[in-house]
């Protein structure tokens, strides 16, 4: 497999469940990004990886919590969604400077119900 | 002031026409610029890494004015398919900035 993947494509979640979406990439990029867009909205930077470690946390609530094991995987675990969370959840990667852009993964498309 | 600024438009172009948009940035320091397209419903795509000296692919060419911090792509011969929201994004110290991007309508 090349590019970035991520599963599901599709998430119906109940506002008590505890999900995860998970993201790999094959580029041998060393950063990785979780990206939240709602409807007609701009991209909204939830959480940077470098190096696997955590180098940003954009005010995001504490029901996302990212999980980074290695530089070719990244998870967000949800638990107690609302609604307004439903969005497109978009995973990127990129070399440390991201001097030659990002690549992105196909998205999770969460459905908070 | 928004540090990347864009047209939200929607553009409305005939297919065939030539159409360019451009983008602003606030922040000197930047160092390098991508066009991405992002179709509806999908992920971002990089369109096009834009150099100081300008650069053309295909229909598309990107421009870099670092003395007016602006960024701008111009598409010619349009095509249905360009029909899409185009995003500018500057890298800043390691950190990339989206634009919320410009919506285009190619009419057929």
């Known amino acids: 497999e090349t590019g970035v993947t991520q599963t599901p494509r599709h998430l119906v979640m109940g506002m008590t469940n505890k999900k995860s979406l998970k993201c790999e990439q094959h580029l041998g990029h060393n950063a990785m990004y979780w990206y939240k867009q709602s409807a007609k909205k701009p991209l909204e930077l939830m959480f940077v990886y470098s190096l696997e470690e955590r180098v940003e946390n954009n005010s995001v609530p504490s029901r996302f919590s990212p999980e980074c094991p290695n530089s070719s995987h990244l998870f967000l675990h949800l638990h107690t969604l609302q609604p307004e969370d439903s969005a497109l959840y978009l995973c990127?990667?990129?070399?440390?400077?991201?001097?030659?852009?990002?690549?992105f993964g196909s998205g999770t498309r969460l459905t908070v119900v | 002031r928004k540090e990347v600024e864009q047209d939200p438009g929607p553009f409305n172009v005939p297919e065939g026409a030539t159409v360019a948009f451009n983008c602003t940035y606030s922040n000197s320091a930047s160092q390098s610029f991508f066009w991405y397209r992002q179709d509806c419903r999908k992920e971002p795509k990089l369109l096009m890494s834009v150099y100081s000296s300008g650069n053309e692919d295909g229909r598309f060419t990107a421009q870099l004015n670092r003395a007016s911090q602006y960024i701008s792509l111009l598409i010619r011969d349009s095509k249905l398919s360009d029909s899409a929201t185009y995003l500018c994004v500057v890298n800043r110290d390691d950190k990339i900035i989206f634009g919320k991007g410009t919506r285009l309508h190619i009419l057929p």
């Open positions: 990127a990667s990129s070399q440390v400077q991201a001097l030659y852009g990002y690549t």
